[in-house]
């Protein structure tokens, strides 16, 4: 059993920067790949950045590319992700999901655990 915590989420403008950080409880962290998802209002939760659980191999959505990134620390059993450039297209729930095997998955459903979400808002 795995539980995360995300945080980091808030108000910025276009153009600005925010760092989400999740954290997972349990010592198995390191065989869990991890994803980052988010969910606009009236839209499915979908994929925006994946790292596997070396931290080797790292997946975004088109995009995010150039202006998002995915970081693990085993050592603190976390994940963030940084993103800079904002904008308001951006805006979303974020939200934090482990997987119990080594690759990255892009899919929500193969994911097993999930954090409770943090809001991200990119004013205009």
């Known amino acids: 059993q795995v539980q995360l915590v995300e945080s980091g989420g808030g108000l910025v403008q276009a153009g600005g920067s925010l760092r989400l950080s999740c954290v997972a409880s349990g010592r198995t962290f390191s065989r869990y790949s991890m994803g980052w998802f988010r969910q606009a209002p009236g839209k499915e939760r979908d994929i925006v950045a994946a790292i596997s659980w070396s931290g080797g191999i790292t997946y975004y959505v088109d995009s995010v590319k150039g202006r998002f990134t995915i970081s693990r620390d085993s050592a603190k059993n976390t994940v963030n992700l940084q993103m800079n450039s904002l904008k308001p297209e951006d805006t979303a729930i974020y939200y934090c999901?482990?997987?119990?095997?080594?690759?990255?998955?892009?899919?929500?459903?193969?994911?097993?655990?999930w954090g409770q979400g943090t809001q991200v808002t990119v004013s205009s």
């Open positions: 999901a482990a997987n119990s095997g080594p690759d990255i998955k892009v899919s929500s459903t193969s994911y097993d655990f």
